[in-house]
């Protein structure tokens, strides 16, 4: 049983009654279950508390899966960019981003994405497949074996894939990741991400914890959001602000900038409103050129001034820097090239082939 696919709760009770068909005594999961996230081993050979024979029969009935890293890069910013190979086949990337003291991982849930957004690298790879709960943590918990890198302070789900799309693992995955058992990151500190498919957000809206929810959003109204954004025809902007309205949660839009499609004055305006009517504070994000042939980000002094007029109407707007450019490990810009047989064939800088 692969344990790591578990929740902690579930973990624990699939320990203790393996522990007790063997007769081993129950304290012996105390020591076996920190060895999952709290204090990571690589595989079980490795939890030196426990006895040999133990550790052989918990490699051998409970073998810990790992993806491959099969490219790690550094940017001169230094942003590290992972590419991981899974044993069920497909790859996905996170990116790590050094701010300060806080170290941010962005982390993927699908391989590829089926909603093809325009602007989106990952969006033109299509959808490959979901990522199970234990391949989404193993993002994170890689980080404590990587020497120059441990665990991020927070995570972000805004790598490849659409969350919400892969609910159940998803939903599973931030419980390993925040539950003091599992990886133990605070729940403010956990970003999902999502164009918002209605009925999974009403689901994360739900839950008790304080994941923090980022709309994106990229155009303020729905008829032009649909010419970016396909899923505007199933779930439209007015339905997800609708939904948004009815719980109490802080919210960050995303809102891409691309040059004379959504940063004329009126479009501040409009997404002022927006955000003013749910105290959402607005990420304006320039858009990555990787991501989107034909499209051009805004100006810098535009995507300022844009911000202004944002703030002048009372909404807290920030401008998010573009970090990992020169590995193409920046939002938008993740794509990996996979071959028929799901090997890696190489990982092409998005934008070149158009
Ligand atoms: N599918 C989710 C999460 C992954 S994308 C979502 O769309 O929210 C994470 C963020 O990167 C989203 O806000 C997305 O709109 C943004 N993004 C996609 N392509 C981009 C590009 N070319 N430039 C800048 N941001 C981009
Ligand atoms: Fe998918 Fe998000 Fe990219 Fe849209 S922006 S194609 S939802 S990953």
């Not at 044993?87 to 993927?108: D, H, K, N, Q, W």
């Not at 957004?117 to 299509?126: P, Q, V, W, Y």
């Not at 919400?164 to 058992?181: E, F, G, I, K």
Request: charged residues 25%; proline residues 7%; aromatic residues 6%.
């Amino acid at each position: 049983m692969n344990l790591l696919d578990r929740t902690p709760a579930e973990a624990a009770s699939a320990v203790e009654r393996w522990l007790a068909d063997r007769g081993e005594p129950t304290y012996r999961s105390r020591q076996i279950l920190p060895r999952l996230w709290q204090r990571p081993v690589v595989t079980w050979r490795d939890a030196t508390d426990l006895p040999q024979t133990l550790r052989a029969a918990l490699d051998e009935e409970h073998p810990l899966p790992r993806p491959a890293m099969a490219a790690r890069q550094v940017s001169t910013d230094g942003t590290v960019k992972f590419l991981w190979d899974f044993p069920e086949g497909g790859a996905v990337e996170s990116v790590l981003i050094p701010e300060g003291t806080r170290r941010t991982l962005c982390i993927s849930s699908q391989a590829g994405c089926a909603y093809g957004c325009t602007f989106c690298a990952t969006g033109r790879m299509g959808f490959i497949r979901h990522l199970a709960t234990w391949e989404i943590v193993a993002q994170v918990r890689e980080m404590a074996f990587d020497p120059d890198i441990g665990l991020p302070s927070n995570v972000v789900f805004m790598g490849m894939g659409e969350p919400l799309h892969n609910w159940d693992a998803v939903d599973r995955a931030l419980t390993v990741l925040n539950d003091p058992q599992g990886m133990g990151i605070g729940a403010r500190h956990i970003t999902v991400s999502t164009v918002s498919l209605i009925p999974k957000l009403e689901k994360l809206a739900a839950r008790p914890e304080q994941f923090r929810v980022a709309l994106s959003l990229h155009a303020p109204t729905g008829a032009r959001r649909q010419l970016l954004m396909p899923v505007e025809r199933k779930y439209p902007l007015k339905d997800v602000l609708e939904v948004l309205q009815r719980f109490p949660r802080r919210v960050t839009f995303e809102y891409v900038m691309i040059r004379g499609v959504n940063d004329r004055p009126q479009d501040a305006a409009e997404l002022a409103r927006h955000a003013r009517a749910l105290g959402a504070m607005v990420n304006l994000l320039p858009l990555h050129p990787g991501g989107a042939p034909g499209m051009e980000a805004t100006a810098p002094a535009d995507i300022e001034r844009f911000a202004q007029l944002l703030r002048d109407r009372g909404v807290n707007a920030t401008v998010r820097r573009s970090r990992g450019l020169d590995i193409s490990a920046a939002c938008g810009q993740l794509r990996t090239q996979v071959d028929q047989g799901n090997g890696i064939v190489s990982q092409k800088d998005a934008g070149i082939e158009e």
